[in-house]
């Protein structure tokens, strides 16, 4: 059960690495963008598309590590004047409740993906295929339920906050 | 049963899951998709989560957030607040109440280039109060105006609040921006009054503090100049046309990284905490705007938005009374989950009356702003407060005993907004034709 924990704990940490280097590229791009488009007159071609794929991956990707440390918006002050045992349930249940949405949206974003792989969806100007960032997404869905499946391990082993 | 009250059981099964402890953001997901499964098919409901959760990610406009977040956390963690603080301390630390009108004076400037409350309320609380503790200052008046200065960066540019806003109602960020100026200045004007006045009624509340020399005060000016060169190029940016939003949060975040770099106030593990916090707060932000646009279709086959309209236009009322009964709303609502969540809830269904009764979006924009700004500082959801107790080991109590005289600001701002709305709508309307 450790190694699950350790193994969720890393994957997510490796994704948030992905989404700040894709945030740092975001401003490195977007400035080296104004600067050639302002004063050389020779703008990067299709930044604008591009910042939208990396803006996917900071979002995407970082969202496991947010749900991991807790730090989506929620509101637990009534939960929390239950006794133990009701608050634990009330906990799984939200829990499993997560995990079906992210069980839903990553399979339903997997089939988005191959529609836009098999109609060949592109961006206008850089003609970037857009089934990769859908798969991404896919993928983040499924490493949230796994974050989600850990809430419960913790909930079960009394060290859920 | 009518879609209206599909609607109506759809927005009280909402607010009944977020008292559930799940993330708000997953609980408009689940009404969402459920109430446009069962009103039009579950196939196109499936198919629109995943389109919107794709649109709203895979967004260049929704970048601007993280872009101004990672701004503000690099200027938190290269300690420039520091820096502004200690300017405007060597001004006006000398007066009566001096370093509580100082943290108002340096949290103010600060603003320009941090758009985070309590990104603000953090920084202070570890820089202010101690200072103020060293001088004597009562703990009920320093973290009461820490907590309440945090607020200000929901108002002043660059705002995140004010860009959510503008992207929930199409709004131009950049009218907002300007819109959110001179109420800022006059709420921070009111702070100060208030603190006078306190210091005035208990002056051993507020003591005075050595004055500075001119020499020791001029040492301070190039930082303050500094911020004001970034700021004045990010909203002049923005106003002339010069870059998008987005590339004015990249130019910004990449100049206030600079100087912090030249100045050697943060490393590379510094900015990679800031990057990593800023995915925090930009995926909370996005993952509720991804939530209620799933719930927001949902919502617009109930027509629950236009008939909220048309009711509200019916009630033959004073514009102030609606728009009062709409403030009361979001600050109730705001108060029990959270005042960034409610807005992002609420807006779509109050915004068509606004239109209908023809008041100014970027106006009710602004009372909306001052509405959330009191929600972060009243129970029981006072995030600013929760956080400046934390950092200064300071009773909740005393903080809210210290937070209730800076809302007659509050209150005041709000007032003078409402009633010339000038204040709000004179800058944009001058600059952006």
Redesign the interface.
């Given at each position: 059960m450790t190694g699950f924990l350790w193994f969720t704990e890393k994957t997510s940490k490796l994704m948030?690495i992905i989404?700040?280097t894709a945030?740092?590229s975001?401003?490195?791009l977007?400035?080296t963008?104004?600067v050639l488009r302002?004063f050389f007159n020779a703008p990067i071609v299709g930044t604008?598309?591009i910042?939208?794929?990396?803006?996917?991956i900071?979002?995407?990707f970082?969202?496991p590590?947010?749900?991991w440390?807790r730090?989506?918006?929620?509101?637990?002050?009534?939960?929390k004047k239950f006794p133990q045992k009701g608050q634990d349930i009330?906990?799984i249940?939200?829990r499993i409740?997560?995990i079906i949405?992210f069980l839903?949206?990553g399979y339903?974003?997997i089939?988005?993906g191959t529609e836009l792989m098999v109609s060949r969806e592109v961006s206008m100007t850089r003609r970037i295929p857009?089934y990769p960032?859908?798969y991404g997404?896919a993928i983040s869905s499924f490493v949230q339920c796994l974050v989600h499946v850990v809430d419960i391990i913790k909930i079960f082993g009394g060290e859920y906050e | 049963m009518s879609e209206v009250e599909y609607g109506l059981i759809g927005l009280a099964v909402v607010l009944g899951m977020f008292l559930t402890g799940i993330e708000l953001a997953f609980a408009m997901i689940v009404v969402g998709v459920v109430g446009f499964g069962t009103l039009i098919s579950w196939d196109a409901a499936l198919s629109l989560l995943v389109k919107d959760i794709f649109n709203v990610f895979n967004s260049y406009s929704f970048t601007v957030i993280p872009l101004f977040v990672l701004m503000g956390q690099v200027s938190f963690n290269a300690g420039i607040a520091k820096r502004l603080f200690d300017f405007a301390h060597k001004f006006v630390g000398h007066i009566p109440g001096g370093l509580a009108m100082a943290t108002v004076v340096g949290a103010t400037t600060f603003k320009a280039i941090c758009g985070s409350s309590p990104a603000t309320a953090a920084t202070f609380a570890s820089v202010a109060v101690p200072e103020m503790d060293r001088y004597g200052y009562g703990r009920k008046l320093s973290t009461g105006i820490v907590a309440s200065v945090g607020t200000l960066g929901v108002l002043l540019p660059p705002s995140v609040t004010l860009i959510i806003y503008g992207i929930i109602t199409d709004s131009s960020i950049a009218r907002l921006f300007l819109a959110g100026i001179f109420p800022g200045l006059i709420i921070a004007f009111l702070f100060v009054c208030v603190i006078f006045g306190w210091c005035k009624i208990d002056p051993k509340i507020g003591p005075v503090s050595p004055k500075s020399t001119w020499v020791e005060r001029f040492k301070t000016l190039p930082d303050v100049l500094v911020v004001g060169v970034i700021f004045v190029l990010i909203i002049g940016g923005i106003l002339y046309g010069f870059f998008t939003p987005s590339e004015a949060g990249s130019v910004g975040t990449f100049l206030v990284l600079l100087l912090a770099i030249f100045k050697k106030d943060i490393n590379f593990q510094g900015y990679i905490k800031s990057a990593s916090e800023s995915i925090r707060t930009a995926g909370m932000v996005l993952s509720l705007i991804a939530g209620s646009t799933v719930l927001g279709h949902f919502i617009a086959i109930t027509k629950i938005p236009l008939i909220t309209a048309d009711w509200l236009v019916s009630l033959n009322q004073p514009a102030w009374v609606i728009v009062a009964m709409i403030s009361i709303i979001y600050l109730v609502g705001g108060s029990f989950i959270d005042d960034i969540a409610f807005m992002i809830l609420a807006t779509p269904i109050f915004y068509p009356a606004i239109l209908k009764l023809g008041y100014d979006p970027i106006w009710f924009g602004m009372l909306v702003a001052i509405t959330v700004m009191v929600g972060v500082i009243i129970p029981p959801m006072a995030v600013v407060v929760f956080i400046v107790s934390k950092i200064t080991k300071t009773p909740l109590s005393v903080v809210y005993s210290g937070v209730y005289p800076f809302l007659i600001s509050l209150f005041v701002g709000w007032v003078l907004v409402f009633l010339f709305p000038g204040i709000a709508t004179f800058l944009p309307n001058l600059l952006m034709k």
């Open positions: 948030d989404a700040y945030l740092t975001i401003m490195l977007t400035v963008d104004v302002r604008y598309e910042v939208g794929m990396l803006g996917a900071v979002l995407g970082g969202l590590l947010s749900s440390l730090s989506l918006i929620y509101v637990d002050f009534i939960v009330i906990n249940t939200t409740v997560v949405v839903t949206i339903h974003m089939q988005y857009f960032i859908a997404l | -």
